[in-house]
């Protein structure tokens, strides 16, 4: 087996595992067991089960972010941010409640960061919006999208966070408009 197509084992296996126990009852000897190599083979790739999280957390969010080239909504924004997760959610809550929460968090700061800045650009395009008001903005807007997703994964996302999506955007029309308005007025 080659090292991509063997790399590709683990995470697939991994994910596997993940999806039916606790990260803290996998060991590197029950995986590489279940991919069918030796702990060597494992060791070769990843330094630890950590780095095998991190991996695959970095891969989501660039395929995140690839699969969401523009993001035209705050909603497809927080869409892409819990899209994941609702796929995969027992893994995803075994990750959260690990010592490797970290992360999972840094992760999805970065795609919370991402889609927030895509989002941006969209709205901000031909605005006369000073950087640091942009800056502000677009922080607090990330704050909202992470805020949410870890709101929803305290609650061991059994809340229907499509609706609450729907929701919030709905409650939220005009903010963005407004905040933008108020920051081209003459100061």
């Known amino acids: 087996m080659g090292a991509d197509l063997m790399k590709k084992e683990i995470k697939r296996t991994f ?28 060791y070769y790739h990843y330094p630890d089960l950590p780095a095998l999280i991190e991996e695959i957390a970095k891969e989501e969010a660039d395929r995140i972010i690839f699969e969401y080239s523009t993001i035209d909504s705050l909603e497809t924004a927080l869409h892409a941010a819990i899209g994941f997760g609702k796929e995969n959610r027992r893994a995803i809550l075994h990750i959260y409640n690990s010592v490797s929460r970290d992360i999972f968090e840094r992760y999805l700061w970065n795609v919370c960061e991402y889609v927030v ?44 966070v499509t609706e609450q999506i729907r929701r919030f955007c709905e409650l939220h029309r005009g903010l963005p408009e407004e905040m933008i308005r108020r920051s081209t007025e003459v100061h």
């Open 15 to 42: 994910f596997e595992m993940l999806n039916e126990k606790p990260l803290s009852q996998i060991t590197v000897k029950q995986l590489a067991e279940k991919c069918g190599i030796n702990r060597n083979s494992f």
């Open 117 to 160: 800045t895509s989002y941006g650009n969209r709205v901000f395009e031909g605005m006369n919006v000073r950087d640091t008001d942009r800056e502000i903005i677009e922080r607090f807007y990330r704050c909202e999208c992470f805020g949410f997703v870890i709101a929803w994964l305290s609650e061991n996302m059994t809340s229907d």
